[in-house]
């Protein structure tokens, strides 16, 4: 049982890190809370199509900035595409990087571009490896007998520990 | 308990992401509603069974007689930003549709552009969210589904009387009682989030704004 207590505890830390770092947003407590007992994966599902997607999107954007005379439209539609997405599981700092990118695209200017398609690729691994090694550590809990504890209670207090302003309750 | 209003709604869902996509049917499932999605504008046109012909002032006969849906969709949701056709050219078909203009379509759209938001209500849409959308804003699609329930209920029945006297009030009356119903409904709507006791004398008010024959307008409505 020590060792159930332990994996919680973990969970909960990494968690906390994870919000705090801003690697991910309310928009991934929101995914919880439409997981349940007859859609237990969903948020593993709905990452994994993340990932996928993502990855095709790097490798469109890598393709689209090496042309010969750059498609800046089409880039911005990636980019758009990818911004989507990433808020869609509340993968924050991914989406931040789509923002400034999307800036660079209606300048037309290419460094800015290739430097964000850099730096996304380097937010994306992040995410997706913090979000790997939480996936693991949910299972660690559930093959130990316990449950995994609820985020939106993790969630309120990263969020009094962070420097949103807000007051939780 | 009364009959489970919701299980008969049925919500069309329309978006190029598959994680949107997945998404939405997930909200709207925890909601309970019957959900299909589809990933263009024009798919979803072909499941609403649109013909190219089916406009309102159109003199032609459809092709197909009975002209409608296989199955009845009381709400499309869709992204706005989609290849091909966008969401507000999907919300144009529609409501030019004489089969489908009564149909209620919100537009989803990630970018907050004023114009954009006025154009979509302007040309019909019942409300447009920003994405990422949550349960809040799938919680107000409901007044918007009941609203063409009760119109189809009002154009079924228009006989339903109880007695003579009210049969001499009933033209002025049912215009007023529709009124407060859907402000009702709004009201409840709004109201979803707070405790139960407040709920029920909401509900106890609506009866008694009401006279039987409103509640028997709305036969499957239930507060409880």
């Known amino acids: 049982m020590a060792a159930v207590s332990q994996l919680q505890r973990q969970f909960i830390e990494y968690t906390t890190s994870l919000y705090n770092e801003g690697y991910l947003d309310d928009q991934y ?68 990087v789509c923002i400034h990118f999307r800036n660079f695209c209606e300048e037309k200017n290419l460094d800015g571009c290739l430097r964000c ?26 093959q130990a007998g316990g449950s995994v504890p609820m985020m939106e209670s993790i969630c309120t207090s990263a969020s009094t520990m962070s420097s949103s302003g807000k007051l939780s309750a | 308990m009364g009959v489970a209003a919701d299980s008969q709604f049925h ?56 002209n409608s849906q296989e199955v009845e969709v009381n709400l499309i949701i869709t992204d706005y930003c989609m290849p091909g056709m966008t969401g507000y050219d999907l919300l144009k078909k529609v409501k030019k549709s004489s089969s489908l203009k009564d149909i209620p379509v919100v537009i989803m759209s990630s970018e907050n552009v004023p114009s954009r938001i006025s154009r979509c209500l302007e040309e019909g849409a019942e409300e447009f969210f ?64 707070s405790n139960g006791s407040k709920r029920k004398s909401i509900e106890e008010e609506s009866v008694t704004k009401q006279n039987k024959t409103q509640i028997q307008l709305w036969p499957i409505c239930r507060f409880d």
């Not at chain 1, 199509?49 to 911005?76: C, G, M, P, R």
């Not at chain 1, 398609?117 to 559930?142: A, D, P, S, T």
């Not at chain 2, 209920?153 to 049912?174: G, L």
């Open chain 2, 11 to 66: 919500v069309l869902a329309v978006d190029d992401s598959i994680i949107d996509r997945k998404l939405i049917e997930r909200l709207l499932k925890t909601s309970s509603y019957q959900v299909t999605t589809v990933d263009s504008g024009s798919k979803a046109l072909q499941f609403l069974g649109f013909h190219d012909d089916d406009e309102v002032n159109s003199n032609q006969p459809c092709v197909s007689p009975n």
């Open chain 2, 130 to 193: 920003l994405k990422p959308v949550r349960l809040l804003d799938v919680s107000k699609l409901k007044p918007h589904m009941m609203k063409t329930k009760i119109k189809e209920t009002h154009e079924h029945q228009p006989q339903h009387q109880e007695n003579n006297q009210e049969q001499q009030h009933k033209q002025d009356q049912e215009h007023q009682e529709q009124k407060n119903a859907l402000e009702i409904l709004e009201e409840v709507e709004s109201e979803q989030q």
């Open chain 1, 117 to 142: 398609l850099q730096q996304l690729k380097h937010e994306y691994i992040q995410v997706r490896n913090k979000l790997e090694g939480l996936f693991r550590l949910e299972q660690q809990i559930l």
């Open chain 1, 29 to 96: 407590t929101q995914l919880q809370k439409l997981q349940d007992e007859s859609n237990p994966d969903f948020v593993v599902e709905v990452v994994s199509l993340f990932f996928e997607d993502s990855e095709k999107l790097l490798n469109n954007l890598a393709t689209a900035l090496q042309q010969k005379i750059v498609d800046y439209k089409q880039v911005d539609s990636h980019v758009h595409q990818f911004k989507g997405s990433s808020s869609s599981i509340g993968a924050q700092r991914v989406t931040n």
